[in-house]
């Protein structure tokens, strides 16, 4: 009579070598296949969490819109050899292929790679699971769909319960919510001893999410290079004198230099901007007085950035500048396409984007107690206003020069337009002195882009009504 522990002995050993005296000898491909699995197992184990790992840098910052690391926790039960309760980490890389994280973008799409460990029934057994995934949103920023295949391996439950290689596959909600479900199963490879598969049903979170943090709407116009939105680094040094006086605390500050900063990028981004669109104007036979003031609004721009930086500067006690970017190379559209191009764009960047940018200049003006910001937000309030008005100008002109395709494409993106305004991340600091050094809270933030969005999806459904 074997002992028990000989047993298990024997149990595992069988597992290894894949019953080639327990339950019979299947043949030389079975006893390939035995040690192909055991080898592949933790091979591609290695492989998928490696992805991960060496994703770019930038992935694992989530700063770039197309390269997202998204961890998070899963809970999940299983049912096969028995039932199982686990605990565990779901590590994930994706690469975007389609749809960005802006606010803009249509439905997100992405292949990558992910990794899971779930320590299981509170015990000593873990499973590992590695592998290939690929899916997409259904809505726009929303519920989403994504599939999943690889690897897995379990460690032994308990001396009647074995361990060993699996076929991972999976599909489940996940996409641009925090929150998702998956339900996975597993197929033990041949040889593994006896195991049942198994079926599991998982809860996760992961942030930021798989397809990266719901999309911002930048105000002002952007600009674009290769289809996705850039904004420029910003050089500074430390300069003589003392910072802006008054009494602020130092996280106010810092919160009110980074603020300012930022400013000062959007509005440096918007220069190469106008060019480019002075450029394209005249390339597809613009009007002389829009291409002009085209190029006026690049030189306005210099200004709004200058006016930043220094307030910014003035903070901070540094001198700030950021890096003037080349404008995007041509399009090399037809003509046709090109007016749709620069039809959504100006509706986007201007009707949109500097129509925003102007109300919320105008509110930033009105809280603003400390000397020269208010004059400063008045001059860019009316600035912008006016590169609103050239966004509107530029949408009629290429609607009575593009006839029915630019008609059809405006009509998509009016209809397609963000609900939601721009998002902003609440400042550590102190509210009036927020206020006084022309910066507004969430809900003027959002009141301005909606108040803006409302008018403008009238009077954009107006002009469809009327090109028709
Ligand atoms: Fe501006
Ligand atoms: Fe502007």
């Known amino acids: 009579m074997e002992s028990r522990a000989g047993g298990g002995v024997k149990r595992a050993a069988r597992g290894r070598l894949g019953n080639v ?7 030389p491909s079975e006893v390939l296949m035995v040690s192909l699995s055991s080898r592949l197992g933790p091979t591609l184990c290695a492989l ?11 992935a694992r910052a989530a700063d770039d819109d197309i390269h997202w690391f998204s961890p998070g926790l899963i809970l999940s039960l299983s049912f096969g050899d028995k039932i ?32 899971q460990a779930s320590w299981l029934n509170f015990s000593a057994a873990g499973r590992f699971a590695a592998g290939i995934h690929g899916g997409g949103e259904i809505e726009r920023g929303g519920f989403g769909v994504n599939g999943e295949v690889g690897w897995t391996y379990r460690t032994a439950l308990s001396e009647f319960h074995p361990g060993g290689h699996g076929i991972h596959a999976g599909i489940g909600g996940i996409g641009g919510q925090i929150v998702d479900v998956f339900f996975r199963g597993t197929i033990p490879l041949l040889g593994d001893d006896g195991r049942k598969p198994e079926f599991t049903v998982a809860v996760g979170a992961h942030f930021p999410p798989m397809y990266g943090e719901p999309g911002i709407c930048d105000i002002g116009r ?15 040094a430390p300069r003589r004198g003392r910072a802006r006086s008054g009494k602020i605390d130092e996280a106010t500050r810092a919160a009110l230099v980074s603020a300012w900063q930022g400013d000062a990028r959007g509005e440096c981004a918007s220069i190469p901007a106008f060019l480019a669109l002075a450029r394209d104007l005249a390339a597809v036979g613009a009007p002389r007085d829009l291409v002009d003031r085209a190029l006026a609004s690049a030189a306005d721009e210099v200004r709004h950035t200058e006016l930043c ?31 749709s191009r620069l039809c959504i764009e100006s509706w986007e960047d201007g009707c949109l984007g500097e129509g925003a940018a102007a109300e919320r200049a105008r509110r930033q003006a009105r809280g603003a107690k400390e000397p020269g910001i208010g004059a400063a937000l008045g001059a860019i309030a009316s600035d912008e206003a006016r590169h609103a008005e050239l966004g509107w100008r530029v949408v009629e002109w290429c609607l009575s020069e593009g006839g029915r395709p630019v008609r059809e494409a405006l009509g998509e993106a009016v209809a397609a337009s963000p609900e939601g305004p721009a998002r902003e991340e609440a400042p550590e600091a102190e509210a009036s002195a927020w206020r006084g050094y022309g910066r507004i809270g969430q809900h003027d933030i959002d009141a301005a882009w909606e108040q803006n969005l409302g008018l403008a999806r009238n009077t954009a459904e107006g002009m469809l009504r009327a090109s028709g």
């Open 48 to 58: 998928g969490a490696a992805a991960i790992l060496l994703a770019p840098g930038e």
């Open 84 to 115: 199982n309760f686990g605990l565990g980490l779901d590590a994930r890389y994706s690469l975007l292929f389609a749809g960005e994280t802006n606010c803009f973008s249509s439905e997100r799409r992405a292949i990558g790679a992910f990794a």
């Open 21 to 27: 005296s327990g339950l019979g000898y299947h043949g």
């Open 309 to 339: 930086a220094s307030i910014a500067g003035d903070l901070a006690s540094m001198t700030f500048a950021p890096d003037l970017l080349p404008p995007p190379r041509r399009s090399g559209l037809d003509r046709t396409r090109e007016l």
């Open 222 to 236: 952007r600009l674009r290079m290769n289809g996705r939105f850039v904004l420029p680094g910003v050089a500074g």
